[in-house]
């Protein structure tokens, strides 16, 4: 810190060289301060997503646990301000109280971690912007921000965005901030959309073993008018003592009647409505020739949630992947993974969590290729301790990662932030 | 209207014009160079039809190959392009340079590929928002965004401003409702973003093309989201005896967790203009008119009407009316979607305004429009997406006199102030373009403009694309990377600027 900085400001800096900034204006005075001095940083908050992407080497972090708190929350315009980073838990309890939720649903990647739940922060969820279930519904992380204040590479404090749903003024920064993973804004203010919630939920599963109904079953879900609003397939497969053991702690429900793979999908709405979209999928669906259980409400909210926060994965210490493909490719996907991966599928067929053994790295070369072919892409989450790194954790063709590092540079031209953990040189 | 200031003129292409002919000739068809002023005046202006400009030529391109080949030659002889859509733009983003080409995406009207299997059109950008819609409807499906110009405006036009309409409420705008986008760089460089997939990895630059206005990138393919029919649609017609009551009962169905598919607001002035103009049977003692349409299964749209029915009472409105079939929905409708012709035929012209501001705040202003309206002594009509807080005010005026033209500038200009003023922006889903470039700094200051600007010199490092658009003429800002107003040249001399 210069003399000026020491003498203006108390920012408080520990012996790990982390500094902790108490407003936004004490953000823009480190950064200027490293911009000045050429000096990259880690932009850090709770760490609960801190595994994700490359990791970084830099003399320097930025901890923002103290720009943490509701600036304004507005139920009845749906929107709620937050500081970069309050926690999730925070805002979950304070949307709960007026009957709202952030419709992305966001995912818990504690478990997958650490096997716990361990939120994070609304800036961690912008940064990596990781949707649930209800994604393929609703939209993802991206879809529901409305603005943000932050500071640049540069240590300009900028904004993007408001408060309200529409809005073109100017260029969607707000969309360019979400899933850039911290390379470009260090974030201090984040305007999220609301929405009310569902009043209830209800989950119909479908036991089967055959992939080719549930990629039917998959595509119909898509096409249908009753507005289902999760949709996961659970294969029986690969025979795994552990992980058999695990999906029985997970999927621990009194009226799940019987084992093996299923396909579950959700429905949501006031008691009515559930009961005229289950007439209606029953007929789209045929549902009456097939076995099934049904969760009621008390079932279907934990069974949801054990979904979305990857429960099945709990404490991992394999590689896990994250592919999203276009969901016709399913069925040349599962005949690939059949018997040989432990896998599910998400998003109505869009999403597989894939685990890859940890000693088997060169299996993430070749699921890497096939999802290219499948015109999907894939991100590995998490990897194991005896990763080799040959296959990188993002993927990029050439062209975009021209334009990417151009706007990398537009925003934080002396690469500052997070460098590297996206992509080399960015 | 008044004078509009444009990017200085590059006085070398004018004089080597003959060249680039001959050199754009030789890119694509000789036939789709259009340079003797008969043929380029249908393009001089967009649906801000006030200002006029003769491009240098315009070209009409058949494929991606062609827009990349033109514009490298550009990029290398240091030419303005300014890509157009359908031209149906309201705010002058397609608005021509005198020495620039005007790129035109109007022979990209194909739709490359029906996907029902993905829930997703592949098309040209160059098809009407209402062509995909069409292309799907036999099996029920269409395309969400529906702005007011559906039947005419372009795909890529709706990406580049990124578009809304009635139902963007439930179901987003353009943004939310795209997969996949090609674009080519100034550059010539082509660029494959997103594809049949949810989400894509990296920098989401779909995100920043959708609503750049044509300032980063020529969009050459566009891959939508179709979503299924809902099962049943019903809508209620409910009249106010004052503002506020309207404009509360419309804040208080959205608080009560309510999301309508639409839910329009239209002032006493625009009701008895619309209902002469359709005959759509709307209550003419009304103050306000509130249009609130309802998608859902059978039962739940039944339940809901009945909420905002009590609503609607509680706050002592002097007419209901429920939709009994389809048809009578679509007579709702059809007074609200003649808005602007109704106002068309009241007065000689009008200027149609487009802020957002939060939803609590319609009554608010309403009023505030109503009192500058006596201010500037110009009648104004009101139709606004009131589920989203998106105003619409038409001002109606006669162009042909210069100071009421003046009058009406200002007068729109202190309307969008006073939507910053109550916490919302100066355009919903019109986009900046021209129209409103001067007005930016009302809602950004320098730090944000420049972090803008520069993400613009970074895709197109001559600030060669769609130049003078979105963001306020500046001196030497390309040369020199800094915001500067120019003083002596301000549209709204009298706005604050911090």
Known sequence: MSTEMKKNSQIYQDSNNTYYPEDESQVSDIVKELYKKNQPTELIGTGTKNFIGNKIQSAHKISFSKLSGIVEYLPHELYIKVKANTSLELVEKELEKNNQELAFEPIDFGFIHSGKSNKGTIAGYLACNYAGSRRFKVGSVRDHVLGFRGVNGKGDIIKSGGTVVKNVTGYDLSKLVAGSFGTLVALTEITLKVLPKKKLSNTIIIHTEDKNLVNELFEKISGSSSEVSGAVFIPEEPEDKSYDHNKEMVFKFNDLKSKGSFLALRIEGDKISIEEKTKSLTDELALNKLNLSILDLYQSIPFWKKINNLELFKATKNNLLRVVIPPSKGNKLMRYLSNKYKYYVDWCGSLYWIEIQSKKNTKVREIKNIIKELEGYLTIIKTSDEYDYEETIFTVDSTRLLISEKIKKSFDPKRIFNPGKMYRGI | ?498
């Open chain 2, 1 to 498: 209207m008044s004078e509009l200031v444009l990017p200085k003129i590059n006085k070398e292409t004018i004089s080597k014009k003959e060249y680039i002919f001959k050199n754009l000739a030789k890119i694509i068809n000789p036939e789709n160079v259009l340079s003797h002023a008969d043929e380029i005046k249908p393009y001089e202006t967009d649906a801000l039809a006030a200002y006029t400009q003769t491009p240098l030529a315009v070209v009409m391109p058949e494929n991606t190959k062609e827009v990349s080949n033109i514009l490298k030659f550009c990029h290398a002889e240091d030419i303005k392009v300014v890509p157009r859509g359908a031209g149906t733009g309201l705010s002058g983003g397609a608005l021509p340079l005198n020495d620039a080409i005007l790129l035109s995406l109007g022979k990209f009207n194909k739709i490359i590929e029906i996907d029902f299997e993905n829930k997703c059109v592949v098309t040209q950008p160059g098809v009407t928002n209402l062509g995909i819609t069409h292309a799907v409807q036999h099996k029920n499906f269409y395309y969400a965004p529906d702005p007011s110009s559906q039947l005419a405006c372009s795909i890529g036009g709706n990406v580049a401003e990124n578009s809304g309409g009635v139902h963007s409420l439930k179901y987003g705008t353009t943004t939310n409702n795209i997969l996949g986008v090609e674009i080519v760089m100034m550059d010539g460089t082509i660029c494959r973003i997103g594809g049949k997939t949810l989400d894509q990895e990296g920098y989401d630059l779909m995100g920043l093309i959708c609503g750049s206005e044509g300032l980063l990138g020529v969009i050459t393919e566009v891959t939508v989201k179709i979503l299924k029919n809902p099962q049943v649609v019903k809508a209620a017609l409910i009249g106010f005896p004052t503002i506020e009551e309207g404009g509360n009962a419309a804040t208080e169905i959205i608080s009560s967790g309510i999301v309508p598919a639409g839910m329009e607001i239209m002032d006493k002035a625009l009701i008895e203009a619309t209902d002469n103009f359709s005959k759509a049977g709307y209550p003419r003692d009304a103050e306000l008119l509130l249009i609130v349409e309802l998608d859902g299964t059978e039962s739940e749209v039944d339940e809901l009407l009945k909420q905002v029915r009590d609503i609607c009472e509680k706050n002592n409105c002097s007419s209901l009316k429920l939709s009994k079939n389809e048809k009578e929905r679509l007579s709702f409708w059809a007074g609200r979607k003649a808005a602007f012709p109704a106002c068309g035929a009241l007065a000689p012209d009008y200027y149609c305004m487009d802020g957002s501001i939060p939803r609590g705040k319609l009554a608010e202003a309403l009023l505030i429009i109503k009192k500058l309206s006596e201010k500037y002594k110009l009648p104004v009509a009101n139709c606004f997406h009131a589920g989203d807080g998106n105003l619409h005010p038409l001002i109606m005026f006669d162009g042909s006199d210069k100071e009421e033209l003046r009058k009406t500038e200002e007068f729109g200009a202190e309307i969008l102030k006073a939507c910053v003023r109550l916490g919302g922006v100066i355009t919903g889903e019109h986009g900046v373009g021209v129209e409103k470039r001067e007005l930016m700094c009302e809602m950004f200051n320098d730090n944000d403009i420049q972090q803008q600007l520069d993400i613009k010199k970074s895709l197109d490092e001559k600030n060669l694309l769609n130049p003078g658009k979105v963001y306020p003429i500046l001196r030497k800002c390309a040369e020199e990377g800094r915001v500067h107003v120019h003083r002596n040249e301000e549209k709204f001399p009298d706005l604050p600027r911090f």
